[in-house]
C-alpha cells in the first residue's frame, strides 16, 4: 500500500516504513504526527482519489530528526558596477519515519526502529555533512549533548583517522553550536550559523 500526501506545500509518495525528509514540522524528535492531508491512497489494483483530500485517510509518521540541507551558495554581480553579493541558504527539513498508513482500502503498518528515534541530525551543524555525520556517529558521537561534551582534540583525532580528506576540517565552532541545539535554544543557534562559513568564524 502507499499513499500520496502533502506536506509543506509539497507533495510525497510514501509507504509504510519510508523515511521521507519534509518541510520543517514544529515537533519534538521522537513525537508521532498525523498527515492527513491525503491524496490518494492505492492497494494493490484499487486505487482511490480525493478531491482533492481523501476522508478518513490519515498517515502517521515519527520525527526522527531535524536538519538542514546542504548550503546553497548565491552569487550576484553586476558587470561594471562594483557590486557583487555572496550569500548562503541551508533549507531546514525535518525527517520523518512513515509508520502507518489507513484508508477504507486497508491499513499498513511498520515498525520504529528504536536507535534512529533517538539519534540527532548532526547535518544541522554548520561544518557537518552527511559523511562527516557518519565518522562521529561510528565514534560514538550521535547526539548533540554528545558533540556538546566532546573536546576539539578528539573531533580532530576522529576526522584524522577518516583520512587527509576529512583532517582539513576544523571541528572548533561544532561544540559550541552542539550545546545551543542540545538546549533547544534555536534563536541563539542560528545567529552563530550565519556567522560562520563552513563551520569556521568569518
Not at 504526527?33 to 491525503?38: H, T
Not at 538542514?68 to 533549507?91: C, D, N
Not at 561544532?174 to 542540545?182: D, G, H, S, V
Request: charged content about 25%; hydrophobic content about 40%.
Amino acid at each position: 500500500m502507499y499513499a500520496v500526501i502533502k506536506t509543506g506545500g509539497k507533495q510525497y509518495k510514501v509507504c509504510a516504513g519510508d523515511k521521507i525528509k519534509v518541510e520543517q514540522i514544529p515537533a519534538d524528535i521522537g513525537a508521532e504526527v498525523a498527515i492527513e492531508q491525503v491524496l490518494a491512497v492505492s492497494e494493490g489494483d484499487q486505487i482511490k482519489v480525493g478531491s482533492p483530500l481523501l476522508a478518513g485517510a490519515t498517515v502517521s509518521a515519527t520525527v526522527l530528526a531535524h536538519g538542514r540541507h546542504p548550503k546553497l551558495r548565491i552569487f550576484k554581480m553586476r558587470r561594471r558596477k562594483h557590486y557583487q553579493k555572496r550569500a548562503g541558504h541551508r533549507q531546514n527539513f525535518t525527517e520523518l519515519f512513515v509508520h502507518r498508513i489507513v484508508s477504507e482500502l486497508g491499513e499498513a503498518t511498520a515498525q520504529v526502529p528504536a536507535a534512529a528515534a533517538q539519534a540527532d541530525d548532526l547535518t544541522r551543524i554548520e561544518g557537518v555533512g552527511p559523511k562527516i555525520a557518519k565518522i562521529l556517529a561510528d565514534g560514538g558521537i550521535g547526539t548533540y549533548q554528545q558533540l556538546a561534551e566532546a573536546s576539539v582534540e578528539q573531533l580532530q583525532a576522529l576526522l584524522e583517522q577518516a583520512g587527509s580528506r576529512f583532517a582539513s576540517h576544523d571541528p572548533t565552532t561544532w561544540p559550541e553550536q552542539a550545546a545551543l541545539a542540545a538546549r533547544g535554544d534555536w534563536e541563539a543557534f542560528e545567529k552563530l550559523t550565519t556567522e560562520l562559513d563552513g563551520g569556521r568564524r568569518k
